[in-house]
């Protein structure tokens, strides 16, 4: 009795304990989301989670239950009823001990089979990593042969799913009715998980945008394949599912009853029995009915041909197989249900007959005409005679691939290089040359790390290229190409000895400052050449503490502010404002403090909240601190990444966020707003809308065939408060997500005129795009199928090891333009060949951004190609012993980036040389390469090199001179 109590105590405390944690972690999702001020938006996606969840696991768990109680009623009685009983009730033959153990164990085998895979499939949404760069995984894959095939052809070291399946099939067929019960409660569970992770797909099925575009197949609307498909196949995911496992459980509990094993003999299935199953059979096949019918859709993603997409073979074979299969088990299914309805106690013998010919039947018709037969035409028939029947397959998957990914908004001049090039043509482009990037991101970094942490616990994660618009006294404005880099704050790199709780929670709690340079001049010493720099001109009252290198820098770049509360290495939270005074930034031999009183962060100025989030951070300190105030909040998810994702999880995020220094005035219609929470950090991330369900659009090495740059994300640095803006309002998946969640979308128009001005055209939407455009630039049919005409990016030396090129920005005049703009460029070369043939300029500045201008090289024109100009510069030999001569012991010298700059309708090549020690670097850039044509000239800098080439009467010798 005792132990009963004390067992009951137990369970009870471990309910509360789970009501405790679950209720936690709500509480404190919803205030967390009521901080961001997007609360609705959190709701409405728990919401369907949560319905979707209860309509699956509960519809499945009725299901599975209420079959294997029926079937407990029908099943065999036990082993003292009378064998003459039994006889009576069986209408069908009995089955021998080798037969029924083979079919047992067959059958168990599969529903173990069965619920690793979907246990596996739910897994995949149990707790999901939102820090993860991806967007939403694809739907799961049907249990079908080939998933079973998978699972039985494991490898040598993964057979030991075998022996998980073994163990799985043994308590199944010692102790069927409660185990198949458990079994299926947990295939409920992973119904409703599964179902409830597609809670994105199911909220767009409601809200289809249409593209106005249809598929060339079945001639629907492309919003059928993105919005409506993956609804749809997520039903019959459930359904193909659910009536499996209760065939097969049921049919389990009827082979294993009446001691079917310990007899020796299964003696045959009854007519409650044989209904039963022929009801069940009939569900499973309407369902491979409907799963064949949808397969007919998912032709259009097929990589069976020459191309992606429906071809020859899938057309003219696999959409009819399927389409006849489809009404095939619709008939076989129809023709089950009609026997379990209307039940003949005394059946026709050409009923029984149909019905044990109907299952072979079917599988014959599978195997031979959607497996043997589609193959067999391919080899036989298209192979032979590719070209002449794939042409229009190949057509339609060059015209689908190209509007997927943008390519069809693609502007094509020709870009015939005259030569010609003079100083004076130099002279009127020289917004173009004073902003060539000599510096690099990853010297500077390295550099910034020596000179501008100013203490260990500061680093400088990343470092992004932007242009700033410069005033002078004068009034002009100069457009200024210059790197940005933020000084955060890195708590592992403090001390052990201090990593205290108080230090990690409320002093150590922000970064300070940034650095900014230009790209294009250098220092004493071959040093960057800093605009702001330092923590060293304290301002207690306005926050100010940076160093500039000009007052036309302290007018033009706002300064003030710079603390960095969310960023992109602030990984733990803080508790802030407290009584303990948190660090600001040090300044000589003290440090200065500050108080946050910013609007980031939640309130913690009840007990019942500290309760909740001493549970959700398992931080229970929390509850005995005595330094908190009434103002006191939590500052919860500071990484700007992990921030964004968990707010809109349905986007994908460029894996490049970038700091903007900028006087945005977000918040002045806010009367609430405090003008010492004031803020000039921000980034900007691009987020992008992705499908795998583009018809015919080739996805390349990516899980995606579909991609628009459809949301520019702002986040304040200081407040930590979020903005989603929408940059292409054309995209129909971006419309759908602005239906869905009204709120949650701004606007292009009403992010500040300051913020916009900093628009990049996004590298990682830039080099997708490229790389589908090496091949996809070809729309002759029969040029694209022999692939004559590939492009590749070229290689080029970066330090002393062979990379692949980057794309990257520059000012420039774009060839017919009046003025410079900033573009985001990238050339090409023919497939094997190392000479230029093209390149890409993407547009960034004003009514232009977002618009690519595609310049293609005439085909008959030898054009220097970036690996050439390599080989060229290491092959000169004073240029290469001068390199010999600095890689000595103890320092090497780093080739940068080579960059292609087109200047009126010709090309120069740049190429900035670093010299670093081996050990402790501080890369500092020494010499500067030019190249023009066939000349090549080294100089200490940009403006000697250009000068040595273009104001030379003859060509002259490589420039080269001792520090």
Known sequence: ??????????????????????????????????EVSYLSVFLLSLKTQL???????????VFIVLNLWIAQRWQHPKPETTKEQIRVSSVTRRIKLPWLMSAVVALSFLVGMMLIHYGRA???????????????????????????????????????????????????????????????LLMSLCFGAIVSGYWAEVL?????????????????????????????ELLEFWLLGLFLYTFLAVALVYLLSGDSLSQGIFPGFSRSQQRHLYGLGGAFMLSIAFSYWLRRYELVYSNRGVTYGATYTDVTVQLPVYTGLSFLSLAIGVFLLWQTVFWFPKKKPWLNRISKILPIFFLFCVFTFAVLLPNAVQRFIVQPNELAREIPYIERGITLTRQAFGLDDIEVRTFEPEGGLTYEKIQANDLTINNIRLWDTRPLLQTNRQLQQIRPYYKFANADIDRYTLKSDNNDTEKRQVILAGRELDYSAVPKEAQTWVNKHLIYTHGYGFTMSPVNTVAAGGLPDYFVKNINSPNPNKGGGLETSSQKISVSIPIN?????????????????????????PAGDENVYNSYDGRGGIRINSWWRRLVFAEYLKDWQMLFAENFTSKTKVLLRRNIDLRVRTIAPFLRYDKDPYLVVANANLYEADKSFSSTSRNYLYWLVDAYTTSERYPY????????????????VLIDAYNGKVFFYISDSQDPIINSWKAIFPELFKPLSEMPVTIRSHLRYPVDFY?????????????????????????????????NEPQRMEPYYLIMKLPTETKEEFILLLPFTPSQRPNLIGWLAGRSDGENYGKLLLYQFPKQELVYGIEQIEALINQDPVISQQIALWNREGSRVLQGNLLAIPIEKSLIYVEPLYLEATHNSLPTLVRVVVAYENKIVMGKTLEQAIKAIFMQPKPTPPIVRER
């Open 1 to 34: 009795m005792l132990g009963k109590i004390i067992f009951q105590a137990i369970a009870l405390l471990l309910g509360l304990w789970l009501v405790y944690n679950l209720l936690s972690h709500l509480a404190v999702e919803i205030l967390w989301f009521n």
């Open 51 to 61: 319905g979707l969840w209860a309509i699956a696991s509960t519809a499945s768990t």
């Open 122 to 184: 739910a897994l995949n949404f149990w707790q999901p990593d939102r820090s993860s760069a991806t967007a939403p995984p694809l739907l799961p894959p049907r249990f079908d042969f080939s998933s079973i095939w998978q699972i039985l052809g494991l490898p040598p070291g993964q057979i030991w799913w075998l022996g998980v399946l073994t163990i799985m099939a043994i308590p199944i067929i010692c102790r069927p009715q409660f185990c198949l019960k458990a079994v299926g």
């Open 204 to 232: 767009q099925y409601f809200h289809p945008t249409l593209f106005n575009r249809t598929d060339p197949l079945f001639h629907r609307d492309i919003s059928f394949y993105v919005f409506i498909l993956p609804g749809r």
């Open 561 to 585: 502010y710079p603390r960095i509360y969310y960023g992109e290495i602030s990984d733990n939270y803080v508790i802030a404002p407290t009584n303990v005074n948190e660090l600001d930034y």
């Open 697 to 712: 659009s080739d996805p390349g090495d990516d899980k995606f065939n579909y991609i628009r740059n459809s949301v520019k």
């Open 767 to 799: 080099s997708i795009q490229s790389e589908r455009l090496l091949t996809y630039h070809m729309i002759d049919p029969q040029v694209f199928y022999n692939r004559e005409d590939v492009w590749q990016i070229p290689t080029e030396i970066y330090g």
